[in-house]
């Protein structure tokens, strides 16, 4: 065993106390979930023949086809954020679907170099936190997107940026279908390409990180950062009581 490079093991700006090691024992769930797992699918077009909610079709059955329960959402009639209550039925039942899932599949067509203003605004009504629960964390998200020309990477790289910052597990996969006119026969059915094949990595790997990650999702995103804050402002309240 090699020796430590820092001897002297002593940390003047830690809370000791909420100091968090993780050990194996840890993360490894002695009775792991045995229902089907749950992802809920989002897509950004609302064109009658929408190539964005083509590719979720077809990710969608072969989720099913390993075994997993799926909900697709359908944005229309979302209304805009902060243009309703979140006591609207759309945004209500985004929410609930939301909170049931255990894993997204977020698909867009890209439009002006970004994700559309439809994808994006279903992602802002999820919110980052609902009490002291927080909807997304530690869940597993994979990213797609379809464009009309030659491909790219707007859209995906965007949302995960929004995937990092709702605190979900965004796998290293992704699909971008070029083309995506091209890409589907007239009855709605991806044709076989490497942009098909590509879809089919991009959901066994999802459907693997859930299983792997679904029970201790909370505990990978947990922090020191906010334990602290949280001991804190116990210490506030209960201080305060006595006084």
Sequence with gaps: MSEPLFPDATFPALRADLFDVATQERLTVPTPSQHRPRFLMLYGSLRERSYSRLLTFEAARLLEAMGAEVRIFNP????????????????????????????????????????????????????????????????????????????SFNAVNQMRVLGRWMRMLTIPNQSSVAKAFAEFTEEGRMKPSSFYDRVVDVMEELFKFTLLTRDLGPYLVDRYSERKESADELSKRVNQRTI
Excluded: Y
């Design 76 to 151: 229309s009639g979302l209304p805009l954020p902060d243009d309703a209550p979140d006591t609207h039925p759309k945004v209500q039942e985004l929410r609930e679907l939301a909170a049931w899932s255990e894993g997204m599949v977020w698909t867009s067509p890209e439009r002006h170099g970004a994700m559309t203003g439809i994808m994006k605004a279903q992602i802002d009504w999820i919110p980052l936190s609902s009490g002291a629960v927080r909807p997304t964390q530690g869940k597993t998200l994979a990213v797609m997107q379809v464009s009309g020309g030659s491909q």
